[in-house]
């Protein structure tokens, strides 16, 4: 009897883990639009181009990353938390939106520029080591300016 209800409840989780990847994976793909025009392959056939779009939350965040970053100060949570609009939010969902947000990020800039670096950095807070300050490293300042300028 037990037996069968642990493979049930073993079912249901692993139902669910898939439905989350799956979930994911979904809101990636959907970051990804192909209506910036075509491309002429060797064959004459068109092909969509996918162009990498950035939400009004990831574009703030950037933007504010980089305005510090070019001011040679890191951001601090406190900050990244009230662009997100979570600053009221409890901790554990702060530390979750801030991932969610971070990673998606990293994620189209990895897919436009695969040979590069993460486009935010993180470091330890000088006043508190438990946290994490963010930034953006100066070489990619003109590459991020463009992606924001293009991406509006």
Do not use: C, W
């Amino acid at each position: 009897m037990y037996a069968i209800i642990s493979v049930i409840i073993a079912f249901y989780f692993f139902r669910k883990l898939k439905q989350k990847q799956h979930s994911e994976a979904a809101k990636i793909s959907a970051a990804i639009v192909t209506t910036n025009g075509h491309q002429i392959k060797s064959n004459g056939h068109p092909q969509m181009t996918p162009v990498i779009r950035f939400s009004d939350t990831e574009k703030q965040l950037l933007h504010l990353i980089l305005e510090k970053s070019k001011l040679n100060t890191t951001t601090t949570i406190t900050e990244i938390n009230y662009v997100l609009g979570i600053k009221d939010k409890n901790i554990s969902l702060q530390k979750k939106v801030r991932s969610d947000v971070m990673n998606s990020i990293n994620e189209k800039f990895s897919f436009l520029y695969p040979n590069h670096n993460p486009i935010i950095e993180n470091k330890r807070s000088q006043e508190d080591k438990r946290y994490f300050e963010y930034y953006i490293n100066e070489q990619s300042f003109s590459i991020l300016d463009t992606i924001l300028t293009e991406n509006i």
